[in-house]
């Protein structure tokens, strides 16, 4: 969806649009429906400010034991167009807080779609849990511990606590 800058007016223009599942590509989550967005979009001067919110349902992966799982987004977005032209690209210029929502447009046109998929990528955590008390996989045979208990030794060391442990052993017999 794309606005024509000379054609918006102080006033603004209200609108609203659904995004086809395929027309949005995500690399670590599939959509799983239509992603609404509405809001509106008005002119300040050069600029050009738009407002409003994205709803859309994902299906990702847990980052613990590695199930699929469904979410549910809904992000406010309130971004700041300035014409390319304006945007200051000396690469000696510091980032500032308010630069963080500000974009660019380019040949007269605000393009919705790349902020669309920008704000979706945003709104995913750090840290994707299929539910917060997931216990993930066992590191050494990779069993669903969400679902069993793995039959490994618990007497065996982790090897990345090997030196640990043998310094600790190597302090123990001194000690003897």
């Not at 709803?55 to 613990?64: I, Q, S, T």
């Amino acid at each position: 969806m794309r606005f024509e800058v000379e054609k918006l007016s102080a006033e603004g223009t209200l609108f609203q649009h659904e995004y086809a599942p395929e027309e949005i590509r995500l690399e670590e989550a599939r959509l799983l429906a239509p992603v609404a967005v509405r809001g509106r979009v008005w002119r300040k001067g050069r600029e050009v400010l738009l407002r409003g919110d994205l709803a859309a349902r994902v299906e990702v992966h847990c980052d613990r034991c590695l199930r699929e799982f469904e979410t549910q987004f809904e992000v406010k977005i309130d971004v700041a167009y300035v014409p390319e032209e304006d945007d200051a690209t000396d690469e000696n210029l510091e980032l500032r807080a308010e630069d963080m929502g500000q974009s660019v447009f380019n040949d007269g046109f605000v393009d919705l779609d790349e902020l669309v998929r920008e704000q979706l990528l945003l709104a995913f955590p750090l840290q994707r849990l299929c539910r917060e008390e997931c216990r993930g996989l066992c590191t050494r045979c990779g069993a669903d511990l969400n679902v069993e208990e793995c039959r490994c030794s618990s007497s065996e060391t982790d090897p990345r606590w090997a030196a640990l442990a043998a310094w600790k052993e190597r302090k123990e017999s001194e000690q003897d």
